[in-house]
C-alpha cells in the first residue's frame, strides 16, 4: 500500500513544531539522537498518518511522546487514548513521558526507552490469522 503524501500543512506544522520544542523535548532529543541501540535512529516532530509524534523510531516502530499538563485532563487523555490505539493500530508502540519525568529523571526515561528497543516488537495479526503458537485458545 503506497503512502499517501505528506500536506503542506503537517509538514509546517512539524517544522514549527522542532523550532519550538519543549524544554523536556530538548533534553531527551539531546540523548536520542546519540542513541545506540540495534542501529536505532530516531527523528523528531514525525507525521505519522494524521498525527505528529514527538520522537519516532521508525525501523523500530516505537513512538516517544513528551506530555505536558494539557495532557492531563479528561479531554487530553481522551486524545490520547485515541491517538495511541490509532498508532497501535499502524503497528507502533507508544511510550509516553511526563515533562518532570524527563527533566528530573532523565536516565531512568532512557533505560525505559532501551528496554522497550530491545523487547522484540509485536506481531501484527491479519484479520482471521491465528495467534501465535501457546496465545489465545
Known amino acids: ?9 503537517k509538514r509546517k506544522t512539524a517544522n514549527r513544531l522542532r523550532a519550538n ?17 540495534k542501529g536505532s ?5 514525525v507525521v505519522i498518518g494524521p498525527y505528529i509524534a514527538d520522537f519516532a523510531c521508525l525501523a523500530e516502530r516505537l513512538i516517544v511522546e513528551v506530555d505536558g499538563s494539557q495532557h492531563g485532563d ?16 499502524e503497528g507502533y508502540r507508544v511510550i509516553r513521558f511526563w515533562n518532570n519525568d524527563v527533566m528530573g529523571r532523565t536516565e531512568a526515561v532512557l533505560e525505559a526507552i532501551h528496554n522497550m528497543i530491545t523487547v522484540t516488537p509485536p506481531r501484527l495479526l491479519a484479520a482471521g490469522d ?5 496465545e489465545g485458545k
Not at 21 to 37: F, K, M, S
Not at 41 to 45: D, G, N, P, S, Y
Not at 130 to 134: A, C, V, Y
Open 1 to 9: 500500500m503506497a503512502r499517501k503524501p505528506i500536506s503542506d500543512f
Open 21 to 37: 520544542t519543549t524544554t523536556a523535548e530538548q533534553i531527551l532529543w539531546r540523548h536520542l539522537r546519540r542513541l545506540d541501540v
Open 41 to 45: 535512529h530516531f527523528r523528531r516532530q
Open 74 to 89: 479528561d479531554e487530553g487523555l481522551r486524545r490520547d487514548d485515541i491517538r495511541t490505539r490509532w498508532l497501535q493500530s
Open 130 to 134: 491465528p495467534p501465535p503458537q501457546g
